[in-house]
Nanobody
Framework: QVQLVESGGGLVQPGGSLRLSCAAS????????IGWFRQAPGKEREGVSY????????AYADSAKGRFIISRDNAKNMVYLQMYSLKPEDTAVYYC???????????????WGQGTQVTVSS
């Protein structure tokens, strides 16, 4: 299985931006989908966005539409999540994960990173 490592989290003020990175140990093209998820304290893990490395098809949760952009660099085996207009409710641990099919369902993902903390606070 591909190993995934997230980076780029941190503390940002409301309205600010962050770019998260997901580095894969193997080819991202091995998987049909690389997704970003998040989990806030006391809440279930939820899907944020996914991208298909082969053709660039993307999907977003309603909470991410218009504010987040997912992208990939297959040559570097990297997937990114650019986040704009961050809100306190975006505070969570963000995970990237790999799946064989296009999905934002947690159960469909087979490889997970360790997560990176994003805190939106003034």
């Amino acid at each position: 299985q591909v190993q995934l490592v997230e980076s780029g989290g941190g503390l940002v003020q409301p309205g600010g931006s962050l770019r998260l990175s997901c580095a894969a140990s193997g080819s991202t093209l091995t998987y049909g989908t690389i997704g970003w998820f998040r989990q806030a304290p006391g809440k279930e893990r939820e899907g944020v966005s996914y991208i298909s490395p082969s053709d660039g098809v993307t999907a977003y949760a309603d909470s991410a539409k218009g504010r987040f952009i997912i992208s990939r660099d297959n040559a570097k085996n990297m997937v990114y999540l650019q986040m704009y207009s961050l809100k306190p409710e975006d505070t969570a641990v963000y995970y990237c994960a790999a799946a064989l099919l296009r999905s934002l369902n947690v159960g469909d993902f087979v490889s997970w990173g360790q997560g990176t903390q994003v805190t939106v606070s003034s």
